[in-house]
């Protein structure tokens, strides 16, 4: 199996050698775990060392807060971008559109056109850089469409199919959102080759950044929860340190 | 990045030199958590101390029983409105509109016109003092009319977009409904570039209050709970102390 | 702020002086917690030692039983209603009302129905007697009507907006209605300007009563929770106690 | 406050003389807590010892099943009713209604037909025998009728108000869902004059049975968990022993 | 009170003789538990020891497979069929009924379809062999159909009436659909005269499996939880056994 | 009872000679679990060293990603294809079918015709290759589409019927939706004949991976989770070590 190393080097000896090529992997997390500094990283990294252009695609983030707020990890987004080595794309029209939609003779509901037109606008985009990499930032202002379960599992499954198909490695990013282990499992995760979870929780006496391979098909990985840090050079992990699992402090009167 | 001073001094060393200059912050708490108290602290000391105007709107409180209640931490805020310094908004009377409304020759919607008023009012008030900082306090009455998650978001990045083209600096309250760090979090908690959490919990063997940076896009930040007070000079936040973590007592008998 | 003495020793010591005056507090207890004495005990302080006229609006309880059950803490209420220091109002045909009822031209819904002939009923009763104190027990009766959040929060508001209105200190008591620190917490909650809780619970190995203000705008106070004990003069609160705090017990089978 | 002995000898101490007399007083437990022994015990003694007819109504059980099984306890149902000391009332056809029914002219609905009927059927019997006691087996079958809150709290309210005008004193059973201490707190416990919780739960190595006054207007009362058993006498309270509190068991590895 | 034995020595100690005869009992378990094993060794008991013709109602699994499951026990059901001693009925077509049947004049919905169709065919077949135990497994196909919960109790109620009616001893089987004791408990558990739960659970550092007798109309019995097995005589209890406790396994960092 | 070995050896061993033959397991796990490499090693040892034609049916996954991944493992499907001894059908397909469709007179729904659809492959497919083993993966596309617990029961119960009555011995994989052992149980756990439950959770310090067996009819079987990895050869299960048992992390401060 190919492998696209992230730049992360913790992370990608925890991948023994970096993410599985041409796949769709999940990037899940919770507010401030850092799941747009991991893909940006991974874009980065990509455009500047491995000569392979990249493409962001943002739905919900300003784009031009976005290049200032990376700009601190001393990634210059702008200056890719003339380089024609980044693509960043502002999807989040897509979400004004209200009611139905006519293409051509056809009448298709808001939905599905927030679909088709994403998925025309990432190809139209890779196409012209000649993407290598790909980032969705996040899935879930698509997912959150389809209050019916199987026509959420076919979008995400449809959508995951036309990525995968232009041959690019993607990181997809979505919403981890309990602050806890105990949790429900989202759909998306059963339905990508690959899962990475930011966890943000509580260790001991302190708040502590935990990053987990759940799943990674067809690639041997290390599945422990391991320390990460975010830094000024962007996400940093370190995965020769103990594992770490949630603690829940508790303040014992003992009765002996 | 630019910078706004809080004026909470533990907050401002927590964040490095203060909040991300023109971006929307979240101050998230519960009931008597001060969520108020820090929003206008953090208005006062930009109209007094920065020479920086500022515009407080208020959703759900009555306007006289907020100066009321600041004065007592020695914040005269109809001094500041009379100087022109600081303006205070009841932007109330949203909250009955019942059914439709006529503008011109459209029909909008209660909800919309909600938001659509709601940004008038503040564009208006904003450019009347040449705000700076802006307070709106509580977000809550506006996200709670959609009660589909997709209509929902886009109100909110809607809403947030606004506020962000006037340019200020802004912090907008919501209610932490659950009293436990095992919580659901939030639509608006993605959808920000910063999240500060009020925690109000129980530690050791009393009820403490803790301040969390969740998320600062673009900026080095303190991301431990740290022990914060209310005091007769508003919000003290103690960045040095210990982190705190939330502690469940449990008296164990010992069977050995 | 002017304040207003409770008559309860331990709970003014937590609030520096007494509750702040003209305000509207919830106080919200399970069942058997004390709601329903604590502010029967607050309003006829009121008319005995402070000459304030009470108000005391009944939406569940059979008023007669009322009487005969806070005469065991020698609260002789049906003398201080002949004195005229004291009205007990039953609200609660304002339940029967089934379906719409016209006013004038105009049909009013069940609900708003409710709502307005409550606040006449306390308005008129204020009224004969100069009520400085009232005390509405419960608002459950109220709120439950509401399913929408927005319907539900705006009642709420108009509602105490109203009773400020009057410029008495108002006692509202609604349901906690899980016994556990660790709970949702309610609308109202956040739209009052201060809360006492009344809690129960098992706190080391056995069921302890412990009052907490949650929040109380305006007031320095106490924010622990503390002991408080029904007794036979009504509600004793004993602020210098240890706080308490709930305690699971557990055996624990060690394994060293 | 007039008062009415139960004759569970532990249970009228942890009351100080007895249940509050003409009250409505919920018995609240889960399957197999003896709800029915201890309504039933109640019901006996007042018939048996103090002279007072008795009124047992059934909602959900077959009444030949429950003389059967009481007579386990040395509890002559069958002769009591014979001497005209007790009755025992199958309610359950009313389970039976579909549909609305016509009375006179008026067209009532099942449900409110229910609590009409019920009503009927328990004042009727009351008189036949001038009962002093009556016991309602469960109140569950009525209070599930209505899903909408303010519909059923309006009908307990009204059910509780019809019996307290008897001016018996008045058992109502109703279930308790959960077997957990934190749990979710039931419309009816709001509502009545005092509520006993017939816990079963694992207090440190074994399945024990608690029962705990957690309500009772106008009586000075134990409120810890007092242990109780089924005994061949039916319900035996032992309000001196300590008092419970739920254990989890956990076994602890120690890392020192 | 009449006893029936089930033929598991350590049960029928615990019930001090066996289960009450001519009642419905209901036994609970999750998957795996040992439900229908625990049916059947009643009945094979029954059939074999007690001379009594035992009827057998299968709603879910398929008959064959069942027999060839029972035979891993010892228990050859195939010749107490041909013997006319047990009866095994497929009553799956049930399932297949869709929309409305019409009987007679008379339409009936699928849903009262199922139950008439299941009391007319376990009539029909106890008389065939002039049955004295049966069991159905499970009654969850028939309580899931009712939506309503009134509709289901009235459900649940007429059918365990029908079965009494018969005067057989039944038991009825039902799905624990919880792995833990804190639990929300199912209509069924209320309205049957004897509750009988299988748990397995971890305790200390392996899974057990632990019976408990919820509730026992009529009989005094044992109500710890004792553990079981299942071993190649079907199932064995363990009644001297100290009582088994859920136990959560914590590994504790002690800070002395 | 017959028995088919699956190939994995300490599996077989926990089942004491392999799955039951000709019956439907289900093998449930979270993302990441190894369900897919469970039930392919499961049909390759079938297809090269038992002789077993062996049938994959891919509901989700990519087919030609599936064989990629497989390949890590040393599994070469492609090959055993060509030679006839596999078959893998991709029936996503299914998953497009949008609305009624119409077959010969009959309008079928989209659900229906997804089951028999589904059904009809699979009957195809099997044939042809004249499979004694078959996998469906995952079985959740099927089950989703049931709104109502009856008709996704029914659902379920005629699929695994038609699966059965093929002859051939089944794995059927499920996702387990929540990472605890305290978890809500599927209906399909009740509906076959074994369960293989495959958690990954935290025990002491690291997250671990444990098999467990929690239900397997008509074979005597290990009941305790066992730790099991993925190797480079698949799946390995090591029943001979010492149960695992899910542990919550503490750090507990003593208070002697």
Chains 1, 2, 3, 4, 5, 6 share one sequence.
Not at 3 to 29: A, E, F, Q, W
Not at 180 to 188: A, G, M
């Amino acid at each position: 199996m190919n492998k696209t190393l992230t730049g992360i080097d913790g992370l990608d000896k925890m991948l023994n050698g970096g993410l599985p090529s041409s796949r769709c992997i999940l990037v899940c997390g919770g507010p401030g775990s850092g799941k747009t500094i991991l893909s940006t990283q991974f874009l980065h990294y990509g455009a500047v060392r491995c000569g392979e252009p990249s493409l962001y695609v943002s739905l919900d983030e300003d784009i031009n807060q976005l290049k200032e707020e990376m700009a601190s990890f001393g990634w210059n987004l702008a200056k890719l971008e003339k380089k024609g080595k980044l693509a960043i794309v502002d999807a989040s029209p897509i979400r004004h559109v209200s009611g139905d939609v006519k293409i051509g003779d056809l009448w298709i509901g808001k939905r599905d056109f927030s679909l088709v037109s994403l998925i025309e606008v990432i190809k139209r985009n890779a196409k012209e850089i000649n993407a290598k990499r790909i980032v969705i930032d996040p899935i879930t202002a698509l997912t959150f469409q389809y209050s019916d379960v199987q026509d959420r599992r076919t979008a995400i499954l449809d959508f995951f199919e036309a990525l995968t198909n232009l041959g690019t490695t993607n990181l997809v990013t979505t919403e981890l959102r309990s602050v806890t282990l105990e949790r429900e499992i989202r759909d998306e995760e059963f339905l990508t080759q690959g899962v990475i979870l930011l966890h943000v929780f509580v260790a001991e006496r302190e708040i502590v950044r935990g990053i987990q391979i759940e799943k990674m098909r067809g690639i041997d990985h290390d599945n422990q929860i391991r320390p990460y840090k975010i830094t000024g050079n962007g996400i940093e992990v370190f995965p020769q340190e103990e594992p770490l699992v949630r603690v829940h402090v508790r303040a014992s009167a003992l009765q002996i």
